[in-house]
């Protein structure tokens, strides 16, 4: 079982910068490969992020890559997604989620294959 919470939403101006994290109990972190997703009111649930069990592997979304970057601490059992350059449509709950893996490279950008998920945190990007 693995326990996701993430941390770290809040309201920023467009152009700025916002860092959530995701903090997981459990002894299967370091197993699982990790992505961020997010979910605008009105609009289906999108990939934003994934990292590797390795951290050695990620990908990004179009709409996100060059301004987001996601990494992971194995020690700490977290993984974070740094936002820069946010803009108005980057308003949405984000969630991270969990798949358990027995490769380490390999990475995950569809929601219905992941094991766990948080319950979210919301950023809101003002114009």
């Known amino acids: 079982q693995v326990q996701l919470v993430e941390s770290g939403g809040g309201l920023v101006q467009a152009g700025g910068s916002l860092g959530v994290s995701c903090a997981a109990s459990?002894?299967?972190?370091?197993?699982?490969?990790m992505g961020w997703f997010r979910q605008a009111p009105g609009k289906e649930r999108e990939f934003v992020a994934t990292?590797?069990?390795?951290?050695?592997?990620?990908y990004y979304a179009d709409s996100v890559k060059g301004r987001f970057t996601i990494f992971r601490d194995n020690a700490k059992n977290t993984v974070y997604l740094q936002m820069n350059g946010l803009k108005p449509e980057d308003s949405a709950v984000y969630y991270c989620?969990?798949?358990?893996?027995?490769?380490?490279?390999?990475?995950?950008?569809?929601?219905?294959?992941?094991?766990?998920w948080g319950k979210g945190t919301l950023v809101t990007v003002s114009s």
């Open positions: 989620a969990a798949k358990l893996t027995t490769y380490s490279n390999l990475i995950y950008v569809s929601d219905t294959v992941m094991d766990y």
């Open positions: 990292i590797s069990r390795s951290g050695g592997r990620t």
């Open positions: 459990g002894r299967t972190f370091s197993s699982s490969a």
